[in-house]
């Protein structure tokens, strides 16, 4: 029971996924603090004098309709950076080592198209092999009569 659990954690994909998160929810607060303290205020620059930040009301008379473009931006800057550094650095290195110490794989024969098949009956036909069935060829019940022309 504790070997397949172990087979479980060890697996590849699980401990890809641990070491995910654990490195995205450490680097998100570098990425908060980033924003927070470095975009918001260019973002609020640009916004002029507005107290509330970035952004329009809906409705002039009432401070609860304020649409806050400056957090909506904020917030994608926020999650393009995370994805950033995440893919190169986790992902690219991971399927980088996946791709140097994986086993080679043979590479598959294709199958013969029709034509290339049809050309080996024809030439085993012109040899005059055709008497001899192979080993692996599966043996008829009753003998089957070949007629010359």
Not at 28 to 45: M, R, Y
């Amino acid at each position: 029971m504790l070997k397949g659990f172990k087979d479980f954690l060890l697996r590849g994909n699980v401990v890809e996924l641990a070491v995910a998160v654990v490195v995205g929810a450490a680097f998100t607060s570098i990425v908060t603090a980033f924003t927070d303290h470095i975009v918001n205020p260019l973002v609020a620059a640009v916004g002029g004098d507005n107290e509330m930040g970035f952004g329009f009301r809906l409705l002039s008379s009432n401070d609860a309709t304020f649409v806050n473009l400056g957090a909506v931006i904020s917030a994608a800057i926020n999650f393009f950076i995370i994805a950033a550094v995440v893919y190169f650095v986790l992902i690219v290195p991971v399927n980088a080592a996946k791709a140097r110490f994986a086993p080679e794989k043979e590479p598959e024969d294709e199958p013969l198209s029709e034509t290339d098949l049809l050309i080996q009956i024809r030439d085993l036909l012109e040899t005059g092999s055709y008497n001899h069935a192979p080993a692996d060829a599966p043996s008829a019940e009753a003998p089957v009569k070949v007629t010359e022309r």
